[in-house]
């Protein structure tokens, strides 16, 4: 089993900046893809951004040039920095793993933690 924790969100004023952190509690093996999703009041959860085993990443167009997902296998974690930030990223943020198991995949996911851009 592996437990997903987010971190790093909060109030932040439009145009500001934050960087959140997704940290696993073990390290990952047969990853087929992680990402960040977010999910706003009233909206359906949506992808922001993927990374695949690959190291390809992938981003939504409302954050393309703005979001950047890295990753740190050493500290089993996962960042995604948010600059330019705009009330419409309002949501929380959700940290996922899908992971490859004899059936398919499986995915898991964080807490999320709430991000608030307002002036």
């Known amino acids: 089993q592996v437990q997903l924790v987010e971190s790093g969100g909060g109030l932040v004023q439009p145009g500001g900046s934050l960087r959140l952190s997704c940290a696993a509690s073990?390290?990952?093996?047969?990853?087929?893809?992680m990402g960040w999703y977010r999910q706003a009041p009233g909206k359906q959860r949506e992808l922001v951004a993927t990374?695949?085993?690959?190291?390809?990443?992938n981003y939504a167009d409302p954050v393309k040039g703005r979001f950047t997902l890295s990753t740190d296998n050493a500290k089993n974690t996962m960042y995604l920095q948010m600059s330019s930030l705009k009330p419409e990223d309002t949501a929380v943020y959700l940290c996922?793993?899908?992971?490859?198991?004899?059936?398919?995949?499986?995915?898991?996911w964080g807490q999320g933690t709430q991000v608030t851009v307002s002036s």
């Open positions: 996922n793993a899908r992971l490859i198991v004899p059936s398919g995949v499986d995915d898991y």
């Open positions: 073990r390290r990952l093996f047969s990853i087929y893809a």
């Open positions: 990374i695949g085993s690959g190291g390809i990443i």
